[in-house]
Structure formats: structure tokens, C-alpha cells
């Protein structure tokens, strides 16, 4: 995840991302960084009654309270937004002297190639101390890298032991072709990225539903349940084996009629009576205390895809009534749009949310008719999606069929 977080930062470098200044030029040979467990021996530290936690130019140190059950390492959450990151686009020098600088010029300069964490829970406090093999002895008006082109194919990675292009993210890669698709393959089930989001309410396509949705939460949203889609038809466990394919499985898109429908009162909402019905997936939990938080969707879901308990031969589910109304709003064929309304009333978060079909039912019904995963556009013969993501084995939305269809 740490690895991960970092390549992030590093290729929005060379994807033309616009961060505090504007968007800054692409880096030529730009690597990707890989976990080194030395450095996270020296970044090792003891707690004490007296820790003064601060970063130098050395080691990146943050601390959090510590939240249970914690699923995702503070490093993530911890993080400069990058479109907060101070860099210069005519030097690619850093413009701020804090500890945001430290993160950057050790984790974002060309040099880098390594990176290790130490993190340890003090009385109730989780630390996490950073450090990369970034060379601090460089003065600090030094930029981060210097500006050229990004990779898009191999041989633009010309430097030992970075031979392989990701053209996804133009980073230079030390993993064979061979092995970046295995690794690709192994990870497939594994549990999902979260993504932080700071709160505020924004209009959804212009128009106010009143609901207390950023446009990067409705994203997220739309990302999630696609990606539980993605579990489906990519043969993972779910509790009971692994589960049949779905023909024609489509991605879901973000409705914003869908999110005024699930409109609540905050007069009327209450933990105890805060309930799904038919149509309306309903959650509620105790207010985050942050201006920055994980995704609303996924602090509600039931992400666990382990605990789905789907029975690999008849599709249906065993498990409790919440998880089963979960997986109807989220993995039901019958879906292609969601739209969520989100509010704090009180100490407590609520969400509802719909897809125009049945969420809570009394029947236990299959959750679906197997078939089999889309591989080519082909596959996908439902009108308006028409194109194969073969690495979901999902139907997306052929744009110019919907325009023409409204």
C-alpha cells in the first residue's frame, strides 16, 4: 500500500496533474519505487512518555489517533493532498520548507527508488516514521527532477535495471512484462484501495440535492461498486468457494436522480429507526471527526467480499439480512446506476442510497443467472455497452449508442 500510495504521487508527475501551481513538466526515466525493509529498520523508533515526533530532512514522521478496526495504514491517510503540493512547474523546485517538503523530496525526487516504514501504536497514538534512499545532502533549492518525457514504451527506460515502461502511469519499472501480468493476476481479489476525500458538499451535474456528496465521493462510489462487480468475474472466494461469471455483467454509472430520490430529513433520522427498505439501502455510524475521510461508500459497505458467503452453486447468499441488501444494490445485474444521499445529523452519519431496484426482500432469491465474462467487445451484446474491460470482464457504456438512444 505504501509502495502503491508513492507510485501515485510520482506518476502524476508525468500525467500532466495539476498540483498547487499548475501542472509541471514530465520527468524522463522516472522509476517507480519498491519496499526496502532496511529502511525500515533505520526508521525505527521507541515510544516514550516525551516523543517529539517532527520530520527532518532524513525521515518523514506523522502520528493519528489510532482508529479501531483500523483497515488502512495512516501512511494513505496522512498524505499532502498532491493538488496542495507546492512545486515550482518552471524549476520543479519545492516552494515550502515544512514537512511537506520532506515528504516530497523524499519520496517524489528522481533519485528515489526505495522506500521503508516504521509504525508502532503509543498509548493510543499510531506512529509512522518514513524514509527513502533520496540523497539529503543535496542542497535545498535543488529541484526534484530534472524535466524531459515521460515513458511511453520501453525504450524510453534507459537506466540499469529499469527496463520496462508502465505506459498507464509513465514510470520506468523494475518488474519483467511477465511479472507485472502475474502480479496483476495474484492481486486481483485482494481487498480494495480505500480513497480519501475532503468533506463538502458539491452539486451534483449543477443541481443542489441537498445532500452532503463531494464529486470525488460520487466517483468513488461508482468506483467501488465496480469494483466489487470486479471480484465476480475474476474467479475470487467469496466465503464458499469461488463463483460462477456473470454474461453481459455491466458497469454502473453515477445517478443523480437516484441521489435526490434517497433524500432523508435529519428531524426524522435517528440510529435506531435508520433502516433499508424495499427500494433504499439505508446505513448510519458514528461521525468521523476529520475534515478528511475515507470514502463514505466504503466506510458503509460491506467490503469484506469473504463474508458475502455466495454459494458457488446456486448463487445465493447465507449471509445476514444487512450484507444480502448490500449485494443487491451493488453486484444485482439488474443495476447500471446508483446515486447516494449523505448527510451528518448529530454525532452520527447516514447514508441511503438507490438503484431503481429491490435492495431488502423477504425472499432469498439467487443473486444472479451465471454465465460467462466478457474478453472481447463482442461479448457484450446489451444495448449501449458495447465495450469489454477485459480486466473487470465488465460491459461499459458505449457513449455514442447512449446519445443516440436519449
Not at 454525532?347 to 435492495?359: D, I, R, S
Request: glycine share 4%; proline share 4%.
Amino acid at each position: 500500500m505504501i509502495v502503491e500510495h508513492v507510485n501515485s504521487y510520482r506518476a502524476k508527475i508525468n500525467n500532466n496533474c495539476a498540483f498547487l501551481h499548475g501542472p509541471v513538466p514530465p520527468a524522463s526515466n522516472y522509476r517507480k519505487v519498491k519496499y526496502s525493509c532496511a529502511l525500515e529498520k533505520n526508521a525505527k523508533f521507541e515510544c516514550s512518555s516525551n516523543m517529539t515526533f517532527e520530520s527532518d530532512k532524513f525521515t518523514w514522521r506523522k502520528s493519528q489517533l489510532n482508529v479501531k478496526p483500523r483497515l488502512f495504514i495512516n501512511f494513505c491517510s496522512q498524505s499532502k493532498w498532491f493538488n496542495t503540493m507546492s512545486i515550482d512547474p518552471k524549476t520543479q523546485t519545492v516552494k515550502s520548507s515544512d514537512e511537506d517538503a520532506v515528504f516530497m523530496k523524499l519520496f517524489m525526487s528522481e533519485d528515489v527508488t526505495e522506500v521503508g516504514c516504521y509504525v508502532k501504536l503509543c498509548d493510543g497514538i499510531e506512529y509512522i516514521a518514513c524514509r527513502s534512499n533520496h540523497n539529503s545532502e543535496l542542497p535545498d533549492s535543488s529541484p526534484l527532477y530534472t524535466p524531459g518525457q515521460r515513458c511511453n514504451v520501453d525504450s524510453d527506460c534507459t537506466l540499469p535495471g529499469y527496463h520496462v515502461c508502465d505506459a498507464t502511469v509513465g514510470l520506468c519499472d523494475y518488474k519483467s512484462h511477465h511479472a507485472r501480468k502475474m502480479e496483476a493476476y495474484n492481486t486481483r481479489c485482494h481487498y480494495l484501495r480505500n480513497i480519501a476525500s475532503e468533506r463538502g458538499a458539491e452539486k451534483c451535474n449543477g443541481n443542489d440535492t441537498g445532500s452532503e456528496f463531494s464529486n470525488k465521493e460520487r466517483e468513488a462510489t461508482v468506483f467501488f461498486v465496480n469494483s466489487f462487480r470486479k471480484l465476480i468475474n475474476n474467479d475470487c472466494e467469496f466465503g464458499k468457494g469461488v463463483v460462477k461469471h456473470i454474461s453481459n455483467y455491466r458497469k454502473v454509472m453515477y445517478s443523480c436522480a437516484f441521489e435526490a430520490e434517497s433524500e432523508f430529513d435529519c428531524l426524522y433520522a435517528a440510529p435506531e429507526t435508520f433502516k433499508s427498505d424495499k427500494y433504499t439501502l439505508r446505513a448510519v455510524g458514528p461521525v468521523r471527526n476529520t475534515s478528511s475521510v475515507w470514502s463514505n461508500f466504503l466506510y458503509f459497505s460491506d467490503w469484506d467480499h469473504k463474508r458475502w458467503l455466495i454459494d458457488p452453486y446456486n448463487q445465493i447468499s447465507s449471509a445476514t439480512e444487512s450484507t444480502k441488501s448490500f449485494l443487491r444494490l451493488t453486484i444485482s445485474p439488474d443495476v447500471t446506476e446508483i446515486g447516494c444521499y449523505f448527510k451528518i445529523c448529530g454525532n452520527h452519519e447516514y447514508l441511503a442510497c438507490k438503484t431503481g431496484h429491490v435492495v431488502a426482500s423477504l425472499t432469498n432469491d439467487p443473486l444472479y443467472t451465471p454465465g460467462k465474462r466478457c474478453e472481447r467487445d463482442s461479448d457484450c451484446t446489451l444495448p449501449g455497452y458495447g465495450i469489454c474491460d477485459v480486466d473487470y470482464g465488465l460491459c461499459e457504456a458505449d457513449w455514442t449508442l447512449l446519445s443516440t438512444q436519449k
